[in-house]
């Protein structure tokens, strides 16, 4: 039976994805000058099960890497060589050559062949330095014969093999290598002979007979190796990159009496190693069952919209037995507050689905602010904080450009030079701090330096050149939202990380569009704080309906502060202006949404009206509306792929009484406040 490898490829190029992010990771937090064997061990079980999945596959490119990387990486570990800085620059590298082969295999990216040469003569180089080569080890000796009536393998229905796999007296950590070598292909047992020889049993297939193999044991100092038949195995065979080998032609008889095995095994051992890629990881045992499944996400997305109709079908419900009578109708509101109560909880389940950890995003930073400090000629130290914190993970792909270009400017404009730090009294190396924390129905992501901060004198001045409305009276929260301004940089040479202006104009508008703020602090001589707060996801959101004329629009609840009826008293009229009202000793802009999208109102007087007092970007204004409705969670639906954008409006969601409502844009009205019908947004 011929089988078809390729339908395990995608598993394959995710374990890989993974065991290569988890590589950079570890050496990154490696300590040159005392690495942790745990650390290297596990690295080095990154790049051995990488190398054997590839193998599998027949990626020989991607094997051949792997296969010296790891060599390397066994001396490290053994102590036959010092760590140094040069060994982990040329990991990390060997990292990056692997992610573009990968890609290459994966999606028919172009590889480029000088940096996989460059990293690979570099890894031979690092190889030929050591000084104390690898202890010999002595070939096992003979196996006995195995009985005639067993080494012809017989498979029976079920496509079963047994191998039995009996060693000399050998090191355990030798012992332990090879049970993992082994559980790759199959189940295993182990035992100790009586001469202390020890005995594994594999089992692949589906079967139930015995088939007995009688195999020597090498260990070669590069790579393990089990070498069926009677006789030893040549000292100077080439190291491969499988468990099992075939026996030369001039191999003993029992060799050739066992031959037959090895093309069963041979089948059985690719198959089996590709559907055990999927649960293995670098920090558990071999064979452990893991707790996770892979899902495609259109699957997760089907099932997150199939329970938003069954949301909006339950508001349906709930408006229409709202109306019955509670004596006469009991049993039936019951069941019906139980239904409510059941789809509620398996809303928030299937929500959790679509969460990640930030983690997914901050392991990206560490390497890039490590080759870019060293590139700037820096001295930073990244830490991070809440990466167990979750997002929906359409908004954690979208975040990820925004944070980068973040990073890469508190590295870049931030933190001073080593110099510049030791004569202001600071540590040499710079502090960058990524944190992530829940804060109400929000998360709240900040980039954080301990940096220079912002010159209030060179923005204002920059403003004033590019013609800007500043004056020198402006408060520093205004004086910083200078920088999100188009084409606004500060920085006196440009350069191939920043300096053109073009970034943090996108980096607000992108989080904008994702219903976030963008807020910043900062203090000369003590560093910046980049605050960024997002909603946790954007499918579903707690609202409040307000109604105007026969309208009804769906305010998302984060931004809504308070409601009110003010006195007649409280409203002024500013020339040019509007109208404010006065809230507390605070004057705010009054927005009458009627205006704003032409709407016969029940009330134009403020005074017999609501007002919604709304926050955003720290401005406050109070929205005009004819009365509250309630207080409920809705689902959203994209209006512009459904239909167009509509300015002012983020997205609609379908009501109980299946009417459509519009949710509305509280940052872009707030924008407005001071210019209601001239607003050009809104024509």
Same mark, same amino acid.
């Given at each position: ?35 942790? !064997? ?6 080095? /079980?990154a790049a051995h099960s990488i190398k054997g999945g590839a193998a599998t596959f027949a990626f020989t490119d991607i094997t051949e890497v792997t296969h010296m990387l790891e060599s390397l990486l066994d001396r490290i570990r053994k102590g036959e060589m010092a760590l140094t800085t040069e060994h982990v620059d040329t990991f990390l590298a060997a990292k990056d050559v692997l992610n573009m082969q990968m890609e290459g295999h ?22 030929? *330095? ?40 050998? %090191? ?126 259109? +699957? ?15 508001? =349906? ?33 299937? =929500? ?14 560490? /390497? ?6 060293? $590139? ?40 001073? &030079? ?8 600071? $540590? ?11 804060? *109400? ?11 220079? *901060? ?7 001045? $920059?403003? +004033?050149?590019? *013609? ?17 301004? %188009? ?11 920043? #300096? ?22 900062? &203090? ?117 792929? !459904? ?12 009501? #109980? ?27």
């Amino acid at each position: 039976m011929t089988i078809d490898m390729s339908q395990f490829y995608q598993v394959f190029f995710d374990e890989a994805d993974e065991l290569l992010a988890e590589m950079e990771k570890l050496l990154l937090a490696l300590d040159v000058s005392a690495p942790d !064997n745990e650390d290297l061990n596990a690295i080095f /079980r990154a790049a051995h099960s990488i190398k054997g999945g590839a193998a599998t596959f027949a990626f020989t490119d991607i094997t051949e890497v792997t296969h010296m990387l790891e060599s390397l990486l066994d001396r490290i570990r053994k102590g036959e060589m010092a760590l140094t800085t040069e060994h982990v620059d040329t990991f990390l590298a060997a990292k990056d050559v692997l992610n573009m082969q990968m890609e290459g295999h994966h999606h028919g990216a172009s590889v480029d062949q000088d940096a996989v040469g460059s990293v690979c003569a570099r890894l031979k180089q690092l190889s030929q *330095g050591i000084v104390a080569d690898a202890p010999a080890v002595p070939a096992a000796a003979p196996a006995p014969a195995a009985p005639a009536a067993s080494s012809a393998p017989v498979a029976d229905a079920d496509g079963q093999f047994h191998f039995r796999i009996e060693l000399p007296e050998v %090191p355990q950590r030798d012992v332990d290598a090879l049970a993992t070598e082994l559980g790759l292909l199959g189940s295993i047992t182990q035992e100790i002979l009586a001469d202390k020889r020890v005995a594994f049993t594999l089992i692949t297939g589906e079967g139930k007979d015995d088939i007995v193999a009688i195999c020597s044991f090498v260990l070669d100092p590069d790579d393990l190796k089990i070498t069926c038949g009677s006789a030893p195995a040549p000292a100077a065979a080439e190291p491969g990159y499988g468990i099992f080998e075939t026996e030369k032609a001039e191999a003993a008889p029992v060799a050739a009496a066992a031959a037959p095995a090895q093309p069963a095994a041979a089948a059985a051992a690719p198959a089996t190693e590709a559907k055990n890629m999927g649960r293995r990881a670098t920090d558990k045992e071999v064979g452990q069952e893991s707790s996770s499944i892979r899902v495609g996400v259109e +699957k997760v997305d089907q099932l997150i919209n199939l329970v938003g109709e069954l949301v909006i079908t339950q508001a =349906m419900i709930d408006q229409r037995i709202a109306a019955l009578d509670p004596i006469h109708h009991e049993r039936l509101l019951n069941s019906a507050s139980q239904l409510s109560r059941n789809t509620r909880d398996l809303q928030e389940a299937v =929500m959790s689905i679509r969460m990640m950890p930030m983690d997914y995003v901050f392991s990206r930073f560490p /390497r890039m602010v490590r080759d870019l400090a060293g $590139k700037l000629g820096k001295q930073v130290e990244f830490v991070t904080r809440g990466a167990a914190t979750e997002l929906d993970k359409g908004l954690i792909e979208r975040i990820v450009d925004p944070l980068t270009h973040l990073v890469r400017n508190s590295v870049d404009h931030g933190i001073e &030079m080593p110099e510049q730090r030791r004569a202001s009294g600071k $540590k040499e190396a710079g502090r960058l701090i990524l944190s992530a924390a829940h804060q *109400g129905g929000n998360i709240v992501i900040e980039v954080t330096d301990d940096g220079g *901060g912002l010159n209030r004198e060179r923005i204002l001045d $920059k403003a +004033k050149q590019q *013609g800007l409305p500043v004056t020198d009276s402006m408060p520093d929260a205004e004086v910083w939202q200078l920088i999100f301004a %188009p084409g606004f940089s500060t920085a006196a040479v440009v350069t191939d990380v920043s #300096g053109r202006g073009v970034g943090m104009d996108v980096v607000k508008r992108n989080i904008t569009a994702m219903g976030g703020t963008v807020d910043i602090r900062s &203090m000369t001589g003590v560093g910046t704080t980049i605050s960024i707060s997002l909603p946790l996801t954007l499918a579903i959101l707690d609202g409040m309906s307000v109604k105007v004329g026969e309208e009804v629009y769906i305010l998302p609840l984060g931004y809504v502060i308070e409601s009110l009826q003010p006195a007649a008293v409280d409203v002024k009229e500013i020339a040019a202006d509007g109208q404010v009202v006065k809230v507390r000793e605070e004057y705010l802009p009054l927005i009458p949404l009627h205006q704003i999208f032409a709407i016969e109102p029940l009330y134009t007087d403020p005074a017999k009206g609501i007002i919604v007092i709304l926050e955003s970007e720290g401005k406050k204004a109070a929205l005009l509306v004819d009365s509250l409705v309630g207080q409920q969670q809705v689902v959203v639906k994209n209006l512009e792929s !459904n239909f167009r954008k509509v300015a002012g409006i983020s997205g609609a969601t379908i009501l #109980g009484d299946g009417g459509v409502s519009l949710i509305l844009d509280v940052a872009a009205l707030l924008r407005s406040s001071r210019q209601l019908s001239n607003d050009p947004i809104f024509s």
